[in-house]
């Protein structure tokens, strides 16, 4: 639990959306300093992390960094602060692509198989896990493609699922709901689509803590989320996809 940071400490009753956005922002980071005179040093550079990903989630750049400037707070733990702005970068999830890193996180997770096979799921499975229902595909078990298609396959079938992850934030956001997250969130949340498809992702509990604004609880439910004993090897992925949720967090 503590590599995720205890973001409720923040978001506790989602205040900031019933107050002032600047008032709010100021409250958290108060807590923030004065938390921090707390607890060891090793511990400080999280808290200040932590804090600095909420603040994002609520008010631009420009405002977080003014806050920080003119506030009592150290110099060192403003230092920590401004390169924690610099290194993340926060918005609405529509607008982000998949990251070089989260393709390779995915390349990596699904193995490459060159010769189609067959899971006992109605389907056909060859390259990077590119699925097609049998009958209408024009693969078949055993036949063999070259990695070059696989390749092909696999940043088609990943532009399809990250197209999918935008639009579940797009609709949010046309409801009212602005929720921001980090490139590594969303790298793991395509992830998790292109294993568990748009509409499973979209349906889990993932995005409904998500939409709730408890990335705590998103990240955790990310660990056991439709792993079954069937697919032993998904617990793996799914670690693999909670370490990249909060990856520099």
Partial sequence: MEKILNWQLFLESEKYIAINEEIAMREIWDKTINKIK???????????????????????????VNLI????????????????????????????????????????SEKLKLKGYKLGDRMI????????????????????????EADKLLR?????????????FSNWKKEGIDIKITQSMFDALVSIAYNAGVGGLSRSP???????????KAAESIKDFKVLKK??????????????FVAGL
């Fill in 38 to 64: 707390e607890i060891p040093k090793i511990s400080q550079r999280k808290l200040i992390q932590s804090a600095i990903f909420t603040l994002l989630t609520i008010g631009s750049v420009g405002s977080v």
């Fill in 206 to 216: 993932i995005m409904a803590f998500l939409k709730e604004r408890d990335y705590e």
């Fill in 156 to 168: 088609s079938d990943l532009k399809e699922k990250a197209d999918g992850v935008r639009r579940i």
């Fill in 231 to 244: 697919f032993p090897g998904l617990k793996d992925r799914r670690q693999r996809e909670y370490d990249l």
């Fill in 125 to 148: 499975t060859i390259g990077y896990g590119h699925a097609e229902r049998i009958g209408k595909s024009k693969y078949r078990e055993g036949q063999r493609i070259s990695e070059e």
């Fill in 69 to 108: 400037n003119n506030s009592n707070a150290d110099d060192d733990v403003k230092i920590e602060a401004i390169s924690t702005i610099d290194r993340l970068e926060v918005q609405n999830g529509s607008l982000f692509t998949l990251s070089d890193r989260g393709w390779d996180h995915i390349r990596e």
